[in-house]
């Protein structure tokens, strides 16, 4: 069976990729192995944090009123009771007229409404002038004023990053529930490919989509498992497809560059279940495959190396963020186009682009060419209905 | 011995940090985990890449010349000599008049100087009609076009992204060689804290820091070790310093948000070793220091955790950098500033900034408070010789 190759938009692929993804499951593991991580589940505050009113300075806990109007002709001088401790409650309450001396992250005693700078007091025996006026609440965090009890401190679909392991720390997570990374097969066709390992003959070249593929798996929250190389027959890929999804969530059958390996890529998928899309209207990339095998996700990547990337980019990447629960969607950076960039009306063009200075600049090559991956360092993606771009004209960048 | 705090520059800082840098080792790895690693060596072309003439398109190998002129109502007329097998070399040229079916990936033969596309051709029997002109060279990537033999493909110092994975494993590189992830030593000070795990008592928190530190040192190529809560007295602090410093290659202190504690950290730094720098011209995160103990660099960071976060990015990540030789400099994302900045003249100020639209907008909070991390999502620096930034102005955002 030949498929009829009926080009769909991006954002139809898209749909089609997300339709067919299956969620992952969630586990617990320990807050150290987390960073990375898609948290599966809204993590909500315990309690109040900080439990109680904290300094931020160190200086003296004081009622604020007793400071209004303090300058440095004329302080306020209070009475001194003492020192606070760090990591004790301060039970005796501080009264009008009265100070104490009070560290960073020391806690505001009762009836002390504020903290004074050390920098604008002077010690005089058990005397303390302050040359400043405070405000109520004043270098003071006040209890609850971080996050509140049962408040939502992250929501479920983040990627979890460094500044969050403080606050899923702050909040007492030792565990964290996030999404069982997706296994992601990888295969390899093509009768012209040899592996990494080996020099190639005449006519041969290493596979070089299948650790491409891996490298974006593993950087987009998914565990690579490479299937190797296979030959261009049916047998051997039908083999190796229904192998990869039986101990996968999702396949990437890469390459078959040419018509008749496409083709045979798609009758492969469509004997083990639908091919949803076959070709999208992107370029490059456009003999992409979107397909169901024995009830996995299958995306059939172009062979050329440029154009797989970028198919992984704008198809793979919504798929796995689709499994995974991940609400992150990357954030573009503004540029200013530096050349003109053609394109033609009714495709979508990823302009793979160098940044420089603020300016984009167009990388041009035939994208069976990894140097213009590694000279590039995102994408300037051309709308369907433009037929062009010219210099100056505002752009968004998506970074690899 | 109390350290006089004189407070040095971020340029100063950052050089005192990649003084005391030593360079990591470096290791050789199976290319399956080297995505996110730092290349350690420069990665050449171990031959020309690809190693012949290979055509881009599936269609007709040809004698370009024999091209020129053609059009749809005066097509080309060539006899067609064969269909090119994937994966072989061809032996028999291409001869002028002549022309040969060749797949995507196929090996030019000789004679042949360009590839028809499919599309604008018609097989008629044993010949084959061209209705466009090609060029020498046209939908033909040329031996070594890719990558040329001895040629630099990927320098020593970067990071290796997904797509350097492809073109790694397209020179050959089975394994790679990499820098050693240094070890990060990870030590929280102060009588208030509490594991993550615990229930904090009056007066107490949880150890943020020590999990921000651990995320960041993760993201940043290292390998975080813990050593969990050390109690405010030098003893403890200098024990755990003192195994920290045999078993790490970096030592991070944090907390002692108090003056006092800040002092006796530094005290504990020079007893084994110098203090290089004890205060920064930086907000948040003054109250830091760089030093070296028993030959290790160490950081002191602030207590707050928006100040520990902004100067593990300020002077952290550019010791890691010159410890693994990471030439990455961290792109940042241009916008405008939303709202107005304050800022004193004579300090480098990082502000909190949420992106919005292109729009910066600042995060204003206690440095205390994690809640302004989560909100944010990178800096802002404020230059020391301004005295604040207006609404409008073109801001350069580093993402967290």
Redesign the interface.
Known sequence: MSLFLHVVSVDEAVAAAERIAVPAGREEIP??DA??RILAADVRSPAD????A?S?V?GYAVVAADTTGASEAMPAMLACTGRI??????GRPVRPGECRYI?????LPAGADAAAM?EYTERIGTEVLISRPVAPGENV?ARG???AEGGV??AAGRR???????????????TVTVAVPPKVGIIST????V??????????????????C???V??HGGT?V?YGIVR?DRASLAAALERATAECDIVLLSGG?????RDMCADTVASRGEVLVHGIAIAPGKPTIIGRADGRPVIGLP???ASA?VV?HAIAAPLLRAVTGERHVP?P???VLGEPVPSARGRQDYVRVR?ED?KAFPVFG??????T??QS?GLVVVPAGREGMEPGEAVEVL??
Chains 1, 2 share one sequence.
């Open positions: 807050l150290s960073c990375g944090i900080p439990g109680f904290r931020v160190d401790a760090m990591g004790r409650a301060e560290p960073t992250g020391g806690v050390i965090i004023e971080d996050f401190v992250l979890i990053t460094p500044r969050d392991m403080g606050v899923l720390a702050a909040a007492g997570c030792d093509g009768n012209e490919l592996p990494v390992g080996a020099v190639p003959g005449p006519g041969q070249v290493r596979d070089a989509n299948g650790s491409l891996a490298g974006f593993r950087m690579p490479a261009d560059s040419s018509k008749d390996d062979g050329h190396p990337f992984l954030r950076v503004s540029a940044l603020g035939k994208s069976g060419l990894l140097n991956l590694v360092d970074l690899w």
